[in-house]
């Protein structure tokens, strides 16, 4: 059973479970890719990086460091609505892990040197997913099926990549990262609900969401002829129920 509240500018999904010591949350922002314009695709997943190079009150070692001491894990990831910060740590550790993400979303420092190491480790992932084959079909398809801003790449291409600036990253971080979606799955009590509600309520702000409506291009091809491999790898898809359907 999912319980549902309001929260300043943003909700809160609780999920209590029995018998568990450990409390799994999530701070989710509406800054996925598909907010991005063309010229700076990647911005978003490249933002993601970035925050974890230190925030206001917390450097780039400690920000896990305070996680993982503990035996816990800290992560994100960046879809094309959202992006998704999450951990999970024993529940004596609760308010030190609402501290710790509120100051990944709201405080991130955005330093140019910084800005440049994650440039050169984007560029690598980058250059590594060309090689999983799967993970390039599964690309080219959604990229060939959509129509952007759904269907373009979430981590961007060499091009965009190589433009986006601190600056850039400040300014989607100030336009796109203030309403929050929160999630929490196991141990909490009510005092832990009144450390979140606090903390989104002394940051957050609205944010509007728009409602991206996927184009499906139908009955579109692509083909890529490989030389050097000696399987084919196939993506088929069609149109279906729709996640709000």
Same mark, same amino acid.
């Given at each position: ?28 922002? /509406? ?9 700076? $695709? ?41 992006? %998704?910060?999450? %951990? ?19 405080? /991130? ?22 090689? @999983? ?15 952007? /801003? ?63 409506? /996927?184009?499906?291009? @139908? ?23 729709? $996640?709000? @359907?």
């Amino acid at each position: 059973m999912i319980e549902i509240q309001k929260i300043g500018s943003g909700v809160l999904y609780l999920v209590p479970v029995d018998n568990v010591r450990t409390t799994s949350m999530a701070f989710v922002v /509406p800054a996925g890719s598909a907010y991005e314009d063309d010229e700076k $695709a990647g911005t978003a997943h490249f933002l993601e990086h970035v925050v974890f190079k230190g925030t206001k009150n917390y450097d780039e070692h400690t920000l896990k460091r305070e996680i993982e001491l503990v035996g816990g894990s800290l992560n994100a990831y960046t879809g094309r609505r959202f992006t %998704v910060f999450y %951990v999970k740590v024993p529940h004596s550790h609760f308010a030190i892990t609402v501290n710790i993400l509120r100051d990944l979303v709201f405080n /991130p420092l955005i330093e140019e040197d910084k800005v440049e190491v994650e440039r050169s480790v984007i560029m690598e992932e980058l250059l590594s997913s060309r090689e @999983d084959h799967y993970m390039r079909i599964h690309d080219f398809f959604v990229e060939s099926a959509i129509a952007k /801003p759904l269907g373009r790449s979430i981590i961007g291409y060499e091009k965009t990549i190589e433009s986006i600036t601190a600056m850039d990253l400040r300014s989607f971080h100030s336009e796109r990262y203030g309403s929050v979606r929160v999630a929490v799955v196991g141990k909490y009590t009510d005092e832990d609900l009144k450390i979140i509600e606090n903390a989104v309520v002394q940051s957050s702000r609205k944010v509007e969401e728009r409602s991206f409506q /996927p184009v499906f291009s @139908d009955s579109k091809c692509f083909v890529e002829t490989r030389s050097d491999l000696k399987q084919i790898h196939n993506i088929y898809g069609w149109r279906s129920i729709g $996640a709000e @359907d």
